[in-house]
């Protein structure tokens, strides 16, 4: 595979990852608010599932994959190693961002969903459920931002050649 097709699937795999991120947080959360309080922690439970195998691989590869470009830059004698490393650590920033400050938020979703407590059921949605969903947004338009931020980086880079 050549250097350029790289480049090109480390931009788009950071825009790609940034765009499903940001997915959550414009149309999943909204509506998890709006549902009742049961349905709203069990659809967290199964998001917060499918984002574990999807996006926890796709920063991979996309950190992988600016961290290669940043490699071969370097090797290359290119100055814009540098730019490419920054994109490869800002999509990496988004695994300690998560582990520190999400995963906290997570683990009590979850609980709140394993619990099955119907007490605080009914057609509204918990007020700590309402706080902790509304955190978790907050936290991720971040992860979204690290992603955005490695592509547009790697784009500049790019187009800067």
Same mark, same amino acid.
Do not use: C
């Given at each position: ?7 090109? $699937? ?5 825009? /790609? ?14 509506? $998890? $608010?709006?549902?009742?309080? +049961? ?6 439970? $199964?998001?917060?599932?499918? !984002? *574990?195998?999807?996006? /926890? ?16 830059a370097r090797d290359l ?10 994109? =490869?650590?800002? &999509? ?10 999400? @995963?906290?938020? %997570?683990?009590?979703?979850? #609980? ?6 119907? *007490?605080?059921?009914?057609? @509204?949605i918990s007020e700590k &459920?309402?706080?902790?969903?509304? *955190?978790? +947004?907050?936290? %991720?338009?971040?992860? =979204?931002?690290? #992603?955005? #931020?490695?592509? !547009? ?9």
């Open positions: 595979m050549s250097l350029s097709v790289t480049k090109g $699937l480390a931009i788009a795999s950071s825009f /790609t990852s940034g765009g499903a991120i940001a997915a959550a947080t414009i149309l999943v959360v909204p509506a $998890l $608010l709006s549902a009742p309080h +049961n349905i709203a922690v069990k659809q967290f439970k $199964l998001i917060h599932a499918i !984002g *574990r195998l999807t996006q /926890t691989p796709a920063t991979l590869v996309a950190a992988l994959l600016h961290g290669f470009v940043a490699y071969r004698g290119s100055g814009a190693w540098s730019r490419w490393a920054t994109s =490869a650590a800002l &999509t990496a920033a988004v695994v300690p961002w998560s582990l520190a400050l999400v @995963e906290p938020v %997570n683990g009590q979703l979850l #609980a709140i969903a394993g619990t099955g407590d119907k *007490r605080e059921g009914g057609t @509204e &459920t309402e706080v902790l969903l509304r *955190r978790w +947004n907050v936290l %991720n338009v971040f992860r =979204a931002g690290f #992603a955005f #931020a490695a592509g !547009g980086v790697s784009l500049w880079t790019v187009l800067a050649e």
